[in-house]
């Protein structure tokens, strides 16, 4: 069974500063998504960043990117300029495709990251 | 593009009571989940539908929630009757499917159970 862990509980990071949230996964699997959903305080869940693992390029949108490590089945999340809004609780998701035909996640237990004025 | 709308967004109930829960997908989306979020944990799938049909219900209490799909859009799951370990967060999420594998999820239910 797929299993998706987050090792940091809770971090902070000063504003305007570089904060790296860590994500480890396990898997058989050879194809398979990667993401990271963001959630803020108002609960609202809502997509960060997706990554194809039969890509080797790491995902980056804006200030957010990934360092994708197939082989160590890692997949960290780097937010750049951490800005005051970007305090939320951040999950990564590993996705599949399931035997059914339709795409199976599995959501690790979340970093809770607050940015610091 | 509207999102996935979810109501109540509040709920509270005493135990050995019964609730219910509405979704809204986003249209087209033809997968819809829920999930229960207890508080600091992440997101948990309940059910998971394909158009009208159940997909993936193994994690379902069965015993006491059920879900239904009408007409492969709107969705509701209730409780039946609900316990104390039943408060957290519901989810509903949806997604288009094929090559668009991303989730869009609701505001969620906060439901507490005393």
């Known amino acids: 069974a797929q299993t998706v862990t987050q090792s940091q509980p809770e971090m902070s990071v000063q504003e305007a500063e570089t904060v790296t949230l860590s994500c480890t996964y396990d898997t058989s699997e050879n194809n398979y998504y990667l993401f990271w959903y963001k959630q803020p305080p108002s609960r609202q869940m809502i997509l960060v960043i997706r990554q194809e693992a039969y890509k080797q390029q790491n995902a980056t949108e804006n200030r957010f990117s990934v360092n994708f490590q197939k082989a160590a089945k890692s997949f960290s999340l780097k937010i750049s300029d951490s800005q005051l809004g970007d305090t939320a609780m951040y999950f990564c998701a590993f996705m599949k495709l399931a035997s059914s035909g339709t795409y199976k996640y599995i959501f690790g237990t979340g970093t809770r990251l607050k940015v610091l004025a | 593009e509207a999102g996935v709308a979810q109501s109540p967004r509040y709920k509270i109930i005493e135990k050995r009571q019964s609730v219910a829960f509405w979704c809204n997908p986003i249209s087209g989306h033809a997968t819809l989940y829920w999930y229960q979020q207890i508080l600091g944990q992440g997101p948990k799938l309940l059910i998971q539908?394909?158009?009208?049909?159940?997909?993936?219900d193994s994690q379902l209490p069965k015993d006491r929630f059920s879900a239904e799909r009408l007409k492969g859009v709107d969705s509701t799951l209730k409780i039946q009757p609900a316990k104390l370990e039943d408060s957290a967060v519901y989810l509903c999420?949806?997604?288009?499917?094929?090559?668009?594998?991303?989730?869009?999820f609701g505001p969620g239910t906060r439901l507490t159970v005393t």
């Open positions: 999420a949806s997604s288009l499917g094929v090559s668009r594998v991303e989730q869009y």
């Open positions: 539908f394909q158009n009208n049909g159940v997909v993936d």
